[in-house]
């Protein structure tokens, strides 16, 4: 074990080790274990009777062939599952897919919709970032960056990192 001096010049144990992924097993008792410590009875899935109008149980059989073909919806599911214990929560609509986690005040999301081929995400900044394919407030991959597994990956850490707070109107 390796060893740094802390803010009182005392010598404290690094911890060295690779992260690993949580089986499902694994990922299902820790989320139970957290909604019984929250004592929340909050559900996972929106009641069809809340949903917009413009939600759906699935996206149109194009935005889904975009969504699958980026892989960012198994990007999202591995997320949810290792990270947010499988509190995150997906709800799908007609032209795209929403993430959401996070409580009350708290609530946060990452929102990707399909415009043509375009997979396009909501971004938490509203002017243009130095990003080439950002347009302020929205992030528009085209297939030749969608398909590059790299893009997606770092894409979605930035949206993990500075997530899309959800307004009081939404």
Known sequence: MATSADDNGQAKGKILGQPRGLREDE???ITQMIREAQQSSRQLT???????????????PEAAQVVAQSHVRDI???FNRDYLYGLG???EYNHGLL???GDGYSRKHIWLTVEGDN????TSHERTCARSYCDGGRHVLTPELWRDPRVINEELGEQ??????ERSDD
């Not at 993990?160 to 707070?165: E, T």
Request: proline fraction near 5%; charge should be negative; aromatic fraction near 14%.
């Open 99 to 101: 993430l959401k986690w």
């Open 119 to 122: 997979l396009i995400f909501e």
């Open 46 to 60: 929106i009641p069809s009777e809340d949903l917009d109008a413009q939600a759906t149980t699935q996206m149109l």
């Open 89 to 91: 929560r997906f709800d």
């Open 76 to 78: 999202l599911e591995k």
């Open 27 to 29: 990922a299902e008792n």
């Open 160 to 165: 993990f990192r500075r997530p899309v707070y």
